[in-house]
């Protein structure tokens, strides 16, 4: 079992950025894919990000390309999703999903999510 908490997020302000994270209590085992997902109220879950164990390899939903921005740093065993220029439209809980076929999966591990808000 590998436990993910996310953090980072928060009530901010359209145009602000935000940096959120994910780190696993748990070694990730290697070959594996990390991921973001992010559910805002009345929708469905929607994949956001991926990334490679190595961390070389990043991949997008096709909407989210240029303001969002997935790393990672497998010494911290942390995930990363940076956000720039938020919409009140990013509003949303995102989750973070680990050991998944890269690049959308399916993952078998995930976060309990952070809430984001962004105010208009």
């Known amino acids: 079992q590998v436990q993910l908490v996310e953090s980072g997020g928060g009530l901010v302000q359209a145009g602000d950025s935000l940096r959120l994270a994910c780190t696993a209590f748990e070694r990730i085992r290697s070959t594996f894919a990390m991921a973001w997902f992010r559910q805002a109220p009345g929708k469905e879950r929607e994949f956001v990000a991926s990334v490679s164990w190595s961390g070389d390899n990043t991949f997008y939903e096709e909407s989210m390309k240029g303001r969002f921005t997935v790393s990672k740093d497998n010494a911290k065993r942390t995930l990363y999703l940076d956000i720039v220029s938020l919409k009140p439209e990013d509003t949303a809980v995102y989750y973070c999903?680990?050991?998944?076929?890269?690049?959308?999966?399916?993952?078998?591990?995930w976060g309990q999510g952070t809430q984001v808000t962004v105010s208009s």
């Open positions: 999903a680990a050991h998944g076929v890269y690049p959308t999966g399916p993952f078998e591990y």
